[in-house]
């Protein structure tokens, strides 16, 4: 464990710590019941008089990002499921998973981004196999003449 941490505004190293929190990262199901990494981490002041922000909270580098909920690995589970099947379908196969209810959010945060790739790839895909069609028209025109 570091005894220091580097704003994220400014770049500057700070040893003084602030306070104490224990903070919850929702994780992927174990045996089918939701589990959670619990963490203590600290909470610095920033050593930089000038800089905007007063106090930062330190980061596990590959578990935490500022305001994440999940664990990166529950978090690219949720967003393929989401891209997969979307919507109500998505929310299902995740609770029979055991995903927590709180990282089922996800799922709704990003159905409708979702729904929308889907339909961007469908569109893509009809105006491909519209191009390729008209390709063999005129081929074969150009080859009857």
């Known amino acids: 464990m570091s005894t220091s941490a580097s704003c994220p505004t400014c770049g500057v190293s700070s040893k003084r710590v602030h306070s104490l929190y224990e903070r919850m990262l929702a994780d992927t199901a174990i045996a089918g019941r939701s589990s959670y990494v619990v963490l203590q981490v600290r909470r610095f002041l920033c050593s930089n ?16 990002k ?18 997969a099947l979307a919507g109500r379908a998505g929310s299902r ?8 209810r709180r990282a089922l959010s ?3 945060k990003y159905s409708g981004a979702a729904i929308l790739a889907q339909s961007a790839t469908r569109y893509r895909q009809a105006v491909h ?17």
């Open 93 to 100: 196969l995740a609770s029979t998973l055991g995903v927590s």
């Open 129 to 145: 196999f519209q191009a390729a069609a008209l390709v063999a028209v005129i081929s074969r025109q150009t080859a009857n003449r």
């Open 106 to 108: 996800l799922i709704d």
């Open 49 to 64: 008089t000038d800089c905007e922000r007063r106090t930062f909270v330190e980061q596990v580098d590959g578990l935490t």
């Open 66 to 83: 500022a305001y994440a909920r999940t664990t990166p690995l529950l978090r690219e589970i949720l967003e393929k499921i989401t891209l």
